[in-house]
């Protein structure tokens, strides 16, 4: 018969174990999704008409950018928003360019534009001339220049979307294509100018262009640098959260409720352990879910106002997806990899391969991504605070 002694100490463990789950739950954020400092930009995103010029700017932070690493700031005058590239939120060697840091930030001030008509003024942007250099210092410098005129109230759909667009990793439902005029009408909202649009949706090209994503995804997570580069912008628990308020999340990396729960109460994943789960969801969710592929191309990503116009280009479609109950995520691994072989002086093997789906020469991909109709919704990421980011 086991003794009461036996019973307490049996019990005592028990209860500390409990706790020390109970403990785990609550650094890791099970259960606290979207809750604290770090996600209220997105609920007070409209901001008040006493903001004044900076009122555009709490939509503007809730672009889509790389990593959320959110490199950007704004300077505030009496008729201009200045917009720089915080370029010390760099991803390394995962943009030696700093070409994707251009297109959050060509996200950000499509963002402000359509959040300043929606607040009675005109946006008229002026984006930075020059070409893009391999691992520029960290210096901030300026990209664009936006002035601001008074103008009658325009809010859209494509304003309203602001707040629900979030990156969605999950599963896409196979049974629910999305329509080709559909598609057209997306391809023509985000397409002008320099920048063109192309969709990639019948079967035997998407299974191409999958595939060409999942090689870019395994030469990437072979390459240590890299992989060391996207992992120090991961962020694996709530007070990790709280303290960066940036960075891709466990609640963003597409798992059902219960696989997030699980993963953030076991042991933080190693950089490896993360690079195989990332090339498993690449090739065997999110490449073979996906009714539609698409590519943003321009005349020359390299070029600082075509990186610009590539990333409002995005974030237009993002949102207008948005809008029309779709789902979308970045796939963007094949430029990923052709601007680090580019940097290092090898050849350049996907950015060829990818502009077999251009349609005409002379045009050259900057971003890769999947539309669809998700299976679960995605939830928000972390944001920093306006008032970091601003200076008047």
């Known amino acids: ?179 080709p005029e559909e598609l057209r009408r997306l391809a023509d909202l985000a397409s002008g100018g320099n920048v063109r649009l192309a969709f990639v949706a019948e079967k035997g090209a998407r299974h191409d262009l999958g595939a060409l994503i999942v090689e870019a995804t395994g030469r990437i997570v072979d390459d240590a640098e890299m992989s060391a580069d996207s992992a120090r912008w991961f962020r694996s628990g709530q007070r990790d959260v709280a303290a960066h308020r940036d960075g891709v999340t466990l609640d963003a990396a597409g798992l059902s409720p219960q696989m997030t729960a699980l993963a953030k109460l076991l042991p933080d994943m190693s950089a490896k352990t993360s690079d195989a789960y990332w090339l498993a969801m690449t090739r065997d969710v999110q490449v073979p879910t996906a009714p539609a592929l698409g590519i943003v191309f321009v005349r020359d990503r390299l070029d600082i106002a075509a990186a610009i116009a590539a990333g409002r280009a995005w974030q237009r479609l993002h949102l207008a997806a948005t809008a029309a109950g779709l789902a979308a995520q970045p796939l963007n691994q094949p430029v990923e990899r052709a601007d680090r072989d580019k940097a290092l002086g090898r050849p350049d093997d996907f950015g060829r391969e990818l502009m077999k789906f251009a349609g005409e020469p002379g045009w050259e991909a900057t971003f890769v991504f999947r539309l669809g109709v998700p299976e679960r919704s995605a939830p928000p990421s972390p944001r920093r605070a306006l008032e970091e980011v601003v200076r008047t």
């Open 1 to 179: 018969m086991i003794g009461r002694r036996a019973l307490l100490i049996g019990g005592g463990g028990l209860g500390l174990a409990l706790a020390g789950l109970g403990y785990r739950a609550w650094d890791r954020g099970v259960g606290t999704e979207e809750e604290g400092p770090a996600y209220a930009p997105w609920r007070t995103w409209e901001g008040r008409p006493q903001d004044g010029r900076l009122r555009p700017l709490r939509a503007a932070i809730l672009a889509a950018n790389p990593h959320d690493t959110q490199p950007w700031t704004f300077a505030v005058g009496s008729e201009t928003i200045e917009v720089f590239a915080d370029r010390s939120r760099n991803l390394g060697s995962f943009d030696p360019f700093r070409r994707e840091m251009h297109l959050g930030l060509g996200a950000a001030i499509e963002n402000l534009t359509l959040a300043a008509r929606a607040y009675g003024m005109s946006a008229t942007v002026e984006p930075a001339a020059g070409a893009l250099t391999p691992s520029p210092d960290d210096a901030p410098i300026r990209v664009a220049r936006v002035v601001l005129e008074p103008a009658p109230e325009t809010r859209d759909a494509l304003f309203a979307a602001i707040p629900r667009r979030h990156t969605n990793r999950g599963p896409y439902r196979t049974d629910r294509p999305v329509a």
